[in-house]
């Protein structure tokens, strides 16, 4: 378990609601493979696990799943913001399964990272075709539906968005405005944060050329990225009109996020909070929500 300096703590007021309190768990990037896979696919296994202990300690996956099972106990949600896996492999989709349906228990919120879907790490461009090798597989681990779902516990309707790869699509904007007219306060949870100029200035710390890693980034920022990173992350028109709806929408009250492996907090002017936890190995976030005095 991490040391309660470890946990970070929040307290959103909002109107509407209840007095509940969120676990917010992020990146744990759990590796494994077994003689079902491949020679290449084991070795990664081994490499991912080597550099994810140097840094993390080597009970960083342990320390996930205790973090899971505290948050069963302690919280009334655990909203989990995806890379629970680092690759996919079929040992490391029966630990994604065990880690949502076991040890997160029934009050558990899920988005993907791209993570769930990545093959080998890097190795090809991910796209949605690439994505759909594998999306059944995470699809079936997962206790609601991948690409938007909506659930209402405590008076807050907790939203997910997959935007794993740096978009949204107008079936997810749809479906998010609609979510927004039942006037319900929405905690929004995805695994890409949105962009926020006070983020970038921390994760660039003084390199313009350097990516920032967050969705709906405007093209003059994304224009200075090298050109991998450049096609990534730039913004269709689509990811840009839901990114706005997001920040100007008054019933989306609160983002939850990862994918930065750094914990930050940024409020958009006149719109929701935005906080981004870091890797589940050495991080976590605990929200308090409450109503508006």
């Not at 019933?251 to 890797?279: K, M, N, S, W």
Request: proline share 5%.
């Amino acid at each position: 378990m991490l040391q309660e300096s470890q946990i970070l703590k929040s307290h959103i007021a909002l109107r509407g609601g209840q007095h509940i309190r969120i676990l917010h768990v992020s990146d744990a990037h759990l590796t494994g493979a077994d003689d079902r896979d491949c020679e290449r696919k084991k070795e990664l296994a081994k490499n991912r696990r080597d550099s994810f202990s140097r840094r993390l300690g080597t009970e960083y996956e342990q320390t996930y799943f205790d973090l899971l099972d505290w948050g069963r106990e302690n919280c009334d949600v655990t909203v989990e913001t995806g890379d629970v896996i680092d690759f996919t492999s079929e040992v490391l989709f029966e630990k994604l399964r065990e880690a949502l349906a076991v040890h997160g228990g029934p009050n558990i919120v899920y988005t993907p990272g791209s993570h769930e879907f990545s093959q080998y790490v890097g190795e090809a461009k991910e796209d949605l075709a690439y994505k759909m090798q594998n999306y059944t597989n995470v699809q079936n681990c997962a206790p609601n539906c991948l690409e938007f779902s909506a659930r209402v516990i405590g008076g807050y309707d907790f939203v997910t968005v997959d935007d794993s790869y740096y978009g949204f699509s107008e079936r997810q904007y749809l479906l998010l405005r609609r979510e927004a007219e039942r006037g319900i306060p929405i905690i929004l949870c995805m695994h890409t944060p949105l962009y926020h100029p006070d983020i970038l200035r921390l994760e660039q710390n003084g390199n313009p050329a350097a990516p920032g890693y967050m969705i709906a980034a405007p093209e003059e920022v994304t224009s200075a990225y090298e050109p991998r990173r450049r096609e990534e992350q730039a913004a269709d028109e689509m990811t840009l009109k839901t990114a706005e709806f997001i920040k100007t929408c008054p019933a989306i009250a609160l983002i939850l996020a990862g994918h930065l492996h750094a914990p930050y907090e940024c409020r958009f002017e006149g719109g929701p909070v935005q906080l981004v936890t870091d890797l589940a190995g050495r991080g976590a976030r605990v929200v308090t929500l409450g109503p508006a005095s």
